[in-house]
């Protein structure tokens, strides 16, 4: 009797020894961001049974794949509802997971967007158009989540200023919307300013601003674009010089403050 | 005069041994050539290598070159994870049982060899069971990596082929993209952590076998204890402002913690200290679990 109470001591003990060790490396958990939604009675009622022992066996990214990769029959489907929860579900057991958070509002703005508003059971086209903007609104509210997940990385933001260029621009009373180009210049701006960002995300900031209504603005940014040094930046030159072209004819900047002066007579 | 007073216990008699790093190396070798030889291991060993190389299969359902080798990288990693897990459990619930119902350990003990260097023998030899069943699965993953690696570069090559000079060089880069997500080296850490996982439910397993002569015993218990260990996190979550409930919490590993390989194949940063710092935490313990097997088996009646 006397051994076992030892052994019993002896586990609590190193186990409370332990703690602070522990405690330290979820903290460092927690704030590094790792894991992603508890396992609760919740999702263990969207994901299923067998997926929720598998995610208590720590199969988190084998089961939010899983899931995705189930998703895609409901699209086929055009099951968009399913396919929204699902989408949800997979976003939340793998928060930082960019590929979820930009395929699933590229689904919901794009795919089923477009399902909506060619859907045949709407009875006007004014309905569809109205479903569509729906999701494009539902499209943004989950992106705007991503970004607040993933505020690190250049791509949630390059995809939410995509988002507003290509489909919140067209929601408004007179499209194109000014409002719209503007928050996606903002966007791309951010993205832009993340040193691994691709060339073209930096072209699409001044692109942005010009749709905006900022063509000053647009004009000095691809200027500056112009101004790195082109040695080691890679970024495609000859666009950068038509923009600016373009731009200086637009803003009919004087010849003698042009980068690119017309030729002499 | 008592029994225990003219014949020495064994314990007594092997007082006099002293421990010998090379004994418990044997014990260890000889117990790793009988895991081996085992059909439940192979068996496993197969399921765990067959699942590896379908990850190809499985990826092929998702879009997207990133998508598809994080599919892989689960499903491997996932797989690695859990087949380890179970040739922990299985490979060491039957080591002390079979020994004492075929009697062999009576010729063990019998000779210069002390019960902890016995013990210790055993979990060695479970270990390196583990290593080697981690090493085969880990270079199967590796090839079903390189193939797919392989593939995704044919294709794109294939794809781009006689395309303007500024397509090529986005296609190359493109590649390079994908080589650098293939030769991702914070894989290493996601297997470590998972080794270090491994051997703490070895040691857990040894533990329960040292009282427990039932094989389904030994096998379920730790299965048990593993998934309240994955649910560690959530329970202090809940009731972590409770000190009784803590104390009682405390005797359980947290094996979530060592669940990284997720958040690695998300690009997410894992420090080297954080992974430091788990495997601190696996191996201390799984050193306090091995010494309470030695108090359990050093006082057990054979």
Redesign the interface.
Same mark, same amino acid.
């Given at each position: 009797m006397r051994s076992k109470i030892l052994i019993a001591i002896l586990l609590l003990g190193a186990g409370l020894v332990l703690l602070p060790l522990e405690n330290s490396v979820r903290a460092e958990r927690t704030r590094l961001k790792y894991g992603g939604a508890r396992v609760t009675i919740q999702l263990r009622e969207a994901i299923g049974q067998n997926l929720a022992i598998a995610l208590l066996a720590g199969m988190r990214g084998i089961v939010a794949d899983f899931l995705w990769i189930n998703g895609h029959s409901y699209w086929e489907k055009k099951e968009w509802l399913r396919q929204y929860r699902n989408i949800e579900v997979v976003a939340a057991l793998q928060p930082q997971a960019v590929m979820f958070w930009d395929l699933g509002q590229w689904h919901m703005a794009w795919n089923i967007g477009y399902g909506v508003l060619s859907d045949p059971k709407n009875r006007t086209k004014a309905e569809g158009v109205k479903r569509e903007r729906e999701w494009h609104e539902k499209a943004r509210e989950f992106l705007a989540r991503g970004v607040e997940n993933i505020p690190n990385r250049y791509d949630l933001y390059f995809t939410m200023g995509w988002l507003y260029y290509e489909k919140l621009s067209k929601d408004c009373d007179q499209p194109p919307c000014h409002e719209a180009f503007c928050k996606a210049a903002e966007y791309f701006g951010k993205a832009a300013s993340f040193p691994d960002a691709p060339q073209f995300v930096a072209r699409f900031y001044p692109r942005a601003l010009e749709k905006c209504g900022q063509a000053r603005a647009a004009y000095e940014e691809w200027k500056r674009l112009w101004f790195l040094d082109h040695s080691t930046v890679a970024q495609s030159w000859n666009i950068v010089e038509r923009e600016i072209r373009q731009l200086e004819d637009e803003l009919q900047i004087p010849n003698d403050q042009r980068l690119f002066p017309p030729p002499l007579p | 005069m008592t029994e225990s007073a003219t014949v020495p216990t064994p314990s007594a008699s092997h007082d006099r041994v002293g421990f010998s790093l090379n004994r418990v190396s044997v014990i260890g070798v000889n117990t790793l050539t009988e895991a081996v030889r085992q059909k439940v291991f192979i068996f496993l060993l197969i399921i765990g290598l067959v699942f590896i190389g379908l990850a190809i299969f499985?990826s092929q359902?998702?879009?997207?070159e990133?998508?598809q080798l994080?599919?892989i990288?689960?499903?491997c990693?996932?797989v690695i994870?859990?087949i380890s897990t179970l040739i922990a459990i299985v490979g060491t619930a039957q080591l002390l049982p079979s020994e004492v119902e075929n009697r062999t350990i009576y010729t063990i003990l019998a000779k210069p060899v002390r019960r902890f260097e016995f013990l210790l023998g055993k979990f060695y030899g479970s270990v390196l069971l583990l290593v080697l069943s981690m090493v085969a699965m880990c270079l199967m993953f590796g090839a079903v990596l390189w193939i797919k690696e392989q593939s995704m570069i044919r294709e794109l090559s294939q794809t781009y082929l006689g395309e303007t000079q500024?397509a090529q060089e986005e296609a190359n880069?493109q590649i390079q993209q994908i080589k650098i997500a293939v030769l991702d080296v914070n894989l290493v850490k996601a297997v470590l952590t998972d080794l270090v996982k491994a051997i703490l439910v070895v040691s857990i397993t040894l533990l329960v076998s040292t009282f427990s002569t039932s094989l389904v015993f030994n096998v379920a218990v730790p299965f048990m204890i593993y /998934?309240a260990g /994955? &649910?560690r996190?959530?329970a202090?979550?809940m009731w972590g402002s409770h000190r009784l409930a /803590?104390?009682v919490?405390?005797? $359980?590993?947290?094996?979530? &913690?060592?669940? @990284?390989?997720?958040?690695i #194949?998300?690009? #997410? @940063?894992?420090p080297w200290a954080?992974v430091d710092?788990?495997i601190?935490?696996g191996v201390?313990?799984a050193v306090?679990?091995v $010494?309470?097997a030695h @108090?359990?088996f050093s006082?057990r009646e054979i």
């Open positions: - | 499985f359902y998702s879009l997207g990133q998508e994080k599919v990288k689960d499903t990693l996932g994870s859990v500024a880069q /998934m /994955m &649910l996190g959530t202090v979550e /803590m104390a919490l405390a005797i $359980v590993p947290d094996f979530g &913690l060592f669940s @990284l390989a997720d958040d #194949n998300l690009g #997410n @940063l894992v954080h710092e788990v601190v935490y201390a313990r306090v679990i $010494v309470a @108090l359990i006082r």
